[in-house]
């Protein structure tokens, strides 16, 4: 008879919460006309000048075929626009448009206002430990990352 891993109600409730939260958040970010990668997406170019697919892709983790898809309809909507790389004569650079960043500038200070109303059900000692926490399982799952490729 085989044990069940201790961490498995852990593993679960990281899910769970993670679902919560990212069903809580598509929530608002759909009532204001967008899909959450297309915020997600917003959010990451938001002040910035611009940046290729490969680091749009790794801040967003959203995956190369899904980016391209979402940064095409972000397209159309006229909220981003594709540059030429100079770094990569073969490459482009996606920026926010003007009516892109008047988009996010909207968008993001009132999703932050939307998520800190469930933060706000948390006191400060809690939120403390819940960062210590989750700091500790990220270091670990690094840990076993680095140790598990040498």
Partial sequence: MSTK??????LRELARTYQTFE????????????TPAQFDVLATLGDTS???AKALGDKTLITKGTLTGVVDRLHLKGLVQRLPDP???????VRLTPKGQALFERV???H???LARAFAHLGTEDQALAMQALVSLRRAFERAATSSTS
Avoid at 87 to 93: M, V
Wanted: zero cysteines; glycine letters at 14%.
């Fill in 108 to 110: 993001f200070p009132a």
């Fill in 23 to 34: 069903h809580y958040s598509a929530a608002h970010v759909q009532r204001m006309g967008l």
């Fill in 112 to 114: 932050g206002e939307y």
């Fill in 5 to 10: 891993p201790s961490f498995l109600p852990l």
């Fill in 50 to 52: 611009g940046m290729n």
């Fill in 87 to 93: 770094a990569d004569g073969r490459g482009q650079i």
